[in-house]
C-alpha cells in the first residue's frame, strides 16, 4: 500500500508536471507581447540606415481580406504568390538573432521591422520574372517555418535570418497554414500534410528553373516535417531529389526518430545533403513527445551517443549540438535563428556552396563557443536519439520501450524503393 501511495503521489507530480508544462508552453509561446496585423506598407523617409529584405511568400493559407494580414491560419487550395520587402533597423538599434518587433503601429523603420511593399504575383510567369529580378548567382534560400506561426511571424524570421547570416542568395518562403495557438498543434500537423504537394511543386519548379541554380531548405520545427514528406513525395515521383537542391537543413526537427530514417531512404540514393540543428534541452519538443506518446524526437537527439551517431554518420547525416548555445528563447527552440555565429554559419557555410562536412570547419574555428561536441571537425558530429524529455517532463518509470534501430529501417527502405522501382 505505501509503493501504491508513493506511486499515485508519483503519476500525480507527473501529471501536475506535464499540465504545467503545456500552459507553460501557452504563455510562452503563445504570448508574444508585440502588435498583430504588420503586413501593411509603411513609407522609409530618407536618407535612411535601414537594410531592406525582399522575399518571394508562397502559401496555402487562405486570404484574410485584411492588409494589415494578408492570410489567415486557415487553409487555401490555390497556393498564392506575394512579393513582400522587409525593413531592418540599423545594427546599433537592435541585437542581432533578433527579431525587432514594433511596440506599436505604424512600426518605425528605424528602430523596428517594418513591411516597405506588399505586392500579389497572380502567376507564376510573374514569380519567375521576379526571380530574374533578384537573382543572386542562382542561389536560393527557402524557409519553412513551424508550429505556432503566423504569416508576419515567418515574415520577419526569415528577413531576420537572411540580413544576419548575411547569405549571398535569393530568399524565398513557404508559409503553410498555422492557427499560431500552441493547443492547435494537430489542427498545424494537419496543415502540413495539407501542404505536402504544394511545397513539393514549388520545389520542382525551382529546380526547372533556368536561373536557378542551387537550392538550400532551411526548415524549422514542424515545418521539418513538411519538408521530409514533400522531399519523399518527389523522390517516390521523379525517383529521386532534384539535383539543384543540394542542402537540407533540419532546425529542432519535430520528426519521429523511425519515421524520419523511413522517410530519408525512400527519398532515393539521389539526394541533398542533410544537416540537423538539435538541442536536448529544447521544451517543444519534450512537450511535442508527450503529445505523441512517448516517442522521441529528432531534434532533442544526443549526437555523442551510440548506435545513433555511427549509424547517421554512415548515412552521411550531420547533426550539430546547440545544447550548450545560450537563447533568450524560454522555450529553447528557436536556437538556430537567434544564435548570431550558428546564423553565420548557416549562410557561409551553406548557403556560399560550402557543406558544414567541409574538413576545415574545426572546433578552433569561430565555432568553438556555439557547436558542442568532440568530435575533431563538425563533420563527424552525426547521430541520434533522445534523453532530455524525461528531465523535463519528469515521467514515471514506463515499461521499457524498444529502442529505434535505425540501421533496420534504413536497410528495409532500401529494399522497399528497389522493389517500387
Not at 506561426?149 to 547570416?165: G, P
Not at 533568450?328 to 556560399?352: C, M, W
Request: aromatic share 6%; hydrophobic share 40%; net charge neutral.
Amino acid at each position: 500500500m505505501r509503493g501504491l501511495r508513493a506511486r499515485r503521489r508519483s503519476l500525480g507530480r507527473t501529471g501536475r508536471t506535464v499540465a504545467g508544462a503545456l500552459v507553460a508552453a501557452a504563455v510562452l509561446v503563445g504570448c508574444g507581447g508585440h502588435p498583430k496585423g504588420v503586413m501593411t506598407p509603411v513609407a522609409l523617409t530618407a536618407p535612411s540606415k535601414t537594410t531592406q529584405v525582399d522575399m518571394l511568400v508562397a502559401t496555402t493559407r487562405q486570404p484574410s481580406g485584411n492588409p494589415a494580414t494578408l492570410f489567415s491560419g486557415e487553409r487555401n487550395a490555390a497556393l498564392s504568390l506575394t512579393d513582400v520587402a522587409v525593413s531592418i533597423p540599423p545594427d546599433s538599434k537592435r541585437k542581432p538573432g533578433t527579431v525587432q518587433w514594433p511596440r506599436r503601429l505604424p512600426p518605425n523603420p528605424e528602430t523596428d521591422f517594418a513591411v516597405t511593399r506588399v505586392r500579389e504575383l497572380p502567376s507564376r510567369e510573374e514569380a519567375r520574372a521576379w526571380f530574374r529580378e533578384h537573382t543572386v548567382d542562382g542561389n536560393i534560400l527557402l524557409f519553412v517555418h513551424g508550429f505556432n506561426n503566423t504569416y508576419e511571424d515567418s515574415v520577419f524570421r526569415l528577413a531576420q535570418i537572411v540580413h544576419d547570416s548575411g547569405a549571398e542568395a535569393t530568399p524565398m518562403l513557404f508559409t503553410w497554414p498555422s492557427r499560431a495557438r500552441v493547443f492547435d498543434y494537430n489542427y498545424d500537423k494537419e496543415s502540413t500534410n495539407y501542404s505536402r504537394t504544394a511545397l513539393e511543386d514549388a520545389l520542382r519548379s525551382l529546380a526547372n528553373a533556368p536561373d536557378v541554380n542551387e537550392v538550400t531548405i532551411l526548415a524549422h520545427s514542424m515545418g521539418t516535417w513538411l519538408t521530409m514528406e514533400s522531399l519523399r513525395q518527389m523522390g517516390i515521383r521523379d525517383g529521386g531529389i532534384a539535383p539543384k537542391i543540394k542542402n537540407v537543413i533540419l532546425a529542432s526537427p519535430d520528426i519521429d526518430l523511425d519515421v524520419f530514417a523511413k522517410q530519408f531512404v525512400e527519398l532515393s540514393e539521389r539526394r541533398p545533403k542533410f544537416t540537423i540543428f538539435v538541442s536536448q534541452d529544447d521544451r517543444a519538443l519534450a512537450v511535442s513527445s508527450f503529445i505523441s506518446g512517448d516517442i522521441s524526437r529528432l531534434g532533442a537527439i544526443d549526437p555523442t551517443a551510440e548506435p545513433y551517431r555511427t549509424q547517421l554518420e554512415r548515412a552521411g547525416i550531420t547533426a550539430i549540438d546547440l545544447t550548450k548555445v545560450q537563447s533568450e528563447d524560454s522555450l529553447h527552440h528557436g536556437k538556430f535563428a537567434e544564435s548570431p555565429q550558428i546564423v553565420q554559419l548557416i549562410g557561409q557555410r551553406i548557403v556560399n556552396g560550402q557543406t558544414l562536412t567541409d574538413s576545415e570547419v574545426t572546433l578552433g574555428d569561430s565555432i568553438t563557443a556555439v557547436v558542442a561536441g568532440t568530435a575533431k571537425n563538425v563533420g563527424t558530429v552525426a547521430a541520434a536519439t533522445i534523453s532530455a524529455p524525461v528531465k523535463v517532463l519528469e515521467q514515471p518509470a514506463l515499461p521499457p520501450k524498444k529502442r529505434p534501430h535505425l540501421d533496420e529501417t534504413l536497410e528495409s527502405g532500401a529494399h522497399a524503393g528497389a522493389a517500387t522501382n
